[in-house]
T-cell receptor
Framework: GQNIDQPTEMTATEGAIVQINCTYQ??????LFWYQQHAGEAPTFLSY??LDGLEEKGRFSSFLSRSKGYSYLLLKELQMKDSASYLC??????????WGAGTKLIIKP | TAGITQAPTSQILAAGRSMTLRCTQD?????MYWYRQDLGLGLRLIHY???????GKGEVPDGYSVSRANTDDFPLTLASAVPSQTSVYFC??????????????FGPGTRLTVL
């Protein structure tokens, strides 16, 4: 079966750095997405990786290792507004997104 | 631009009743999707449409139907609601469905409670 694993919840301090991991086992791979979802709101796109390596977008970076079935989202200089759930999703061989359950990130002052 | 709109925002429905959740996008995206999101589970695909006039089944299609008569609209119908269909329903769209261009953009969601 297809599976996406991410930690259920993480806690970090304002101003610090946090890394959210995602491991996957899917039938085929056509890219990995990270989305942010604030409570009661819709998911919003953060990043897309299809090749191995690091993609940087401001305070957010995403890393992919296809051979290890592994990705992480790195958030720097954490702000209170970064408190949200972070969703990892993999596009399989049928070009359908398989979603992880999400990681709830709690930021403390 | 409005992006994707969904209606209603929330609804309480008696079991056995039918209901249509509406979704409209103004981005001229080719592909549209319906997901449900339940606590502790990832988003699960119900139905999708890669282009107007075509639809396909996702991971959890039973009890739901869709139509795609034009590019902009993608309604989801529950023919006879059951309590297990209590969930938050998200509609999404993407420009294409075969690569980065298929980044999906989500509507605000419909919170449905079936009693």
């Amino acid at each position: 079966g297809q599976n996406i694993d991410q930690p259920t919840e993480m806690t970090a301090t304002e101003g610090a750095i946090v890394q959210i991991n995602c491991t996957y086992q899917t039938s085929g791979f056509n890219g990995l997405f990270w989305y942010q979802q604030h409570a009661g709101e819709a998911p919003t796109f953060l990043s897309y990786n299809v090749l191995d390596g690091l993609e940087e977008k401001g305070r957010f970076s995403s890393f992919l290792s296809r051979s290890k079935g592994y990705s992480y989202l790195l958030l720097k200089e954490l702000q209170m507004k970064d408190s949200a759930s972070y969703l990892c999703a993999v596009m399989d061989s049928n070009y359908q997104l398989i979603w992880g359950a999400g990681t709830k990130l709690i930021i403390k002052p | 631009t409005a992006g994707i709109t969904q209606a209603p925002t929330s609804q309480i429905l008696a079991a056995g009743r039918s209901m249509t959740l509406r979704c409209t996008q103004d981005m001229r995206h080719n592909a549209m999707y319906w997901y449900r999101q339940d606590l502790g589970l990832g988003l699960r695909l119900i139905h999708y449409s890669n282009t107007a006039g075509t639809t396909g089944k996702g991971e959890v299609p039973d009890g739901y139907s869709v139509s795609r008569a034009n590019t902009d609209d993608f309604p989801l119908t529950l023919a006879s609601a059951v309590p297990s269909q209590t969930s938050v329903y998200f509609c999404a769209s993407s420009d294409s469905w075969t690569g980065e261009a298929d980044t999906q953009y989500f509507g605000p969601g419909t919170r449905l409670t079936v009693l």
